[in-house]
């Protein structure tokens, strides 16, 4: 059984900053590419930011410039830090992996629970 547990979200003030961090635990070997998607109320889902395991990183428009993914291979986690947030990041932040490579099959595009994000004075 695999899981992807999140941490890090919160109230923050316009200006400030966050770190989430998604941990994946189970009989891993290895994931390809781990990310981050965002859904705000009223909104599709949509990806802020993912890495493969080689370290190449794909982020939105929207983000460039002040958020920053990164992951720790041996750990299986990523993690994004948010900087310069300001209150259109308002969003359930969700943790995703895709092509998870465990002894017995290979898992696409888990889901973490999701972890609120707000962005308020």
């Known amino acids: 059984q695999v899981q992807l547990v999140e941490s890090g979200g919160g109230l923050v003030q316009p200006g400030g900053s966050l770190r989430l961090s998604c941990a994946a635990s189970?009989?891993?070997?290895?994931?390809?590419?781990m990310g981050w998607y965002r859904q705000a109320p009223g909104k599709q889902r949509e990806l802020v930011a993912d890495?493969?395991?080689?370290?190449?990183?794909n982020y939105a428009d929207s983000v460039k410039g002040r958020f920053t993914i990164s992951r720790d291979n041996a750990k299986n986690t990523v993690y994004l830090q948010m900087n310069d947030l300001n209150s259109e990041d308002t969003a359930v932040y969700y943790c995703?992996?895709?092509?998870?490579?465990?002894?017995?099959?290979?898992?696409?595009?888990?889901w973490g629970q999701g972890t609120q994000v707000t962005v308020s004075s």
């Open positions: 189970g009989s891993i070997l290895s994931i390809n590419t």
């Open positions: 890495i493969t395991s080689g370290g190449n990183t």
């Open positions: 995703n992996a895709d092509y998870i490579f465990t002894r017995a099959t290979i898992l696409r595009r888990y």
